[in-house]
């Protein structure tokens, strides 16, 4: 099973700044099948990237992915008031797996 | 619309089973497969297992094996996913998600459903 670790675990930022989350995976990502969801309280996820840089449909262009192998990230470059939420990564190069998510919170 | 609508809140006494349903509109069911998430209260998701709505070939994850069962009827274009012998640990949201195969990402997400175990 491949593990995913997201850090920082929260992230204190205003809105206007810019985030950087980052994704560390315990082995090489097949394909870079790594993805990033968005969640807000009492809501389901929502897929925001996909094969590690495709945004999903909808998806603003403030959203952004990079990495492959073992490290990747999801960088916000201004945080607009509704992306205070909890983000997670995901492999799915293997069976599935998710990170244990950061969270993104108003400072 | 491209949806998943799933079965309301359950609660289950420990030992007992669950089935959530999972029903499908705004596109070709058997064209995609269904994985199944849950989410613990306060904590991270786990996926469960995936099913294909075209032929029923099903993967679960490890730790569900022997506890878990996922299908579809195609007539309806509902997915199911019945988990046995419940522990308190099985307290959490259960999601289904939309994805083309079993390798993909989920693009499209049920509402959830809460099922609570508890004596």
């Known amino acids: 099973e491949i593990v995913l670790t997201q850090s920082p675990g929260t992230l204190s930022l205003s809105p206007g700044e810019r985030a950087t989350l980052s994704c560390r995976a315990s082995?090489?990502?097949?394909?870079?099948?790594l993805a990033w969801y968005q969640q807000k309280p009492g809501q389901a996820p929502r897929l925001l990237i996909y094969g590690a840089s495709s945004r999903a449909t909808g998806i603003p262009d403030r959203f952004s992915g990079s990495g492959s192998g073992t490290d990747f990230t999801l960088t916000i470059s201004r945080l607009e008031p509704e992306d205070f939420a909890v983000y997670y990564c995901q492999q799915y190069g293997s069976s599935p797996t998710f990170g244990g998510g950061t969270k993104v919170e108003i400072k | 619309q491209v949806q998943l609508v799933q079965s309301g809140a359950e609660v289950k006494k420990p030992g007992a089973s669950v089935k959530v349903s999972c029903k499908a509109s705004?596109?070709?069911?058997?064209?995609?497969?269904i994985s199944w998430v849950r989410q613990a209260p306060g904590q991270g998701l786990e996926w469960m297992g995936w099913?294909?709505?075209?032929?029923?070939?099903?993967n679960y994850a490890q730790k569900l094996q022997g506890r878990v069962t996922m299908t579809t009827d195609t007539s309806t274009s509902t997915a199911y996913m019945e988990l046995r012998s419940l522990r308190s640990d099985d307290t959490a949201v259960y999601y289904c998600?939309?994805?083309?195969?079993?390798?993909?990402?989920?693009?499209?997400w049920g509402q959830g459903t809460m099922v609570t175990v508890s004596s």
């Open positions: 998600a939309r994805g083309w195969e079993l390798l993909d990402a989920f693009d499209i």
């Open positions: 705004g596109y070709t069911f058997t064209s995609y497969g």
């Open positions: 082995q090489s990502v097949s394909s870079s099948y």
């Open positions: 099913i294909s709505a075209y032929n029923g070939n099903t």
